[in-house]
């Protein structure tokens, strides 16, 4: 016996909702597929993750590269969000750290995190982050002020890179987006478990 609809309707409909179902899955997918995608090329500026280990064994090359820093706010969110060095230059292979100021302007507690990229977007397959805040949410009290590492290295096949071997000046840039705000807690110890990240210094 068949299990089919009969009814030239209903198979229409059946048709349809498959249809619906093969789309919902396919654009459900396609967000971690990307996401994997411009980790792995470094598309559309995405930047690549090492261990401190990796790090430490990098070749260092005698040339040298220019990081520049950028920081931006989302209209949405109440900080004040700036790099507190504007350029490093070092040799390319060698592991370098910035440091990125946050400030909360309101008058509550607000978790925030950065999104990130670098330019220009061909870099981004040799631009390797070794420890960052961005990495996790940032927890500020109100008017509190928070000072926030990034540690980086420039993989030195770059020089060697068909495309990118003429990248010498890279930009570094994120953007703080508002992540929510925290639950109340019922004691000092629970508040003091959302804090920022684990790098972050806090300024009183």
Known sequence: MSLLPKDKNQRVLVSL??????MGALAW????????????????GTTQVATAEEAAEQVILDETITIRFDANTDPNLPWTFRPLQTELELPIGATGMAFYEAVNNSDHPIIGRASYNVAPEIAGSFFYKIECFCFTEQLLQPGERIEMPVSF?????????????????????????QYGTPEPVAGA???????????????N
């Open 29 to 44: 997918a396609a967000v971690p597929f990307y996401n994997w995608f411009c980790r792995v090329t470094g598309y559309a």
């Open 17 to 22: 909702l498959g249809v619906v179902v093969t």
């Open 189 to 203: 110890d629970n508040q003091a478990a959302l804090t920022t990240g684990p790098d972050a210094t806090r300024i």
């Open 153 to 177: 290295e420039v993989d030195p096949d770059i020089v060697t890179d068909r495309d990118a071997y003429k990248v010498r000046d890279i930009t570094l840039s994120y953007t703080f987006h």
